[in-house]
């Protein structure tokens, strides 16, 4: 009961980094007020005003952090596949998260 828990959350915990960073993305394309909602930094979002490439490579380099997380919890969940089999150094993380 408690391993069956405990995919349920790391499928949730999944579901939620992933989102995070389809939101994340989805600034690059609704422009500055998307980052203004979500609350990034003055700078950030006057560099998606100025049409700099600070606020596109930060959230590409944001969103790809939260979407490796979500590869992580599904891998520690026990899901597999081509890209999840592959994820580099997958027994160290589930060490440092068990810890």
Do not use: R
Not at 14 to 24: D, E, S, Y
Not at 80 to 98: C, E, F, Q, R
Request: aromatic share 10%.
């Amino acid at each position: 009961m408690k391993s069956k828990i405990g995919i349920l959350l790391l499928v949730l915990a999944a579901l939620i980094a992933m989102g995070t960073g389809a939101a994340h993305l989805s600034c690059i394309y609704f422009g500055p007020q998307c980052y203004a909602a979500q609350m990034a930094p003055a700078i950030i979002v006057e560099s998606a005003v100025n049409g700099t490439y600070l606020a596109p490579i930060g959230t590409m380099f944001a969103s790809g952090i939260f979407i490796v997380l979500g590869l992580y919890a599904l891998a520690g969940a026990g899901f597999s596949g081509k890209v999840l089999d592959k994820l580099p150094l997958v027994n160290y993380a589930m060490y440092t998260h068990h810890t």
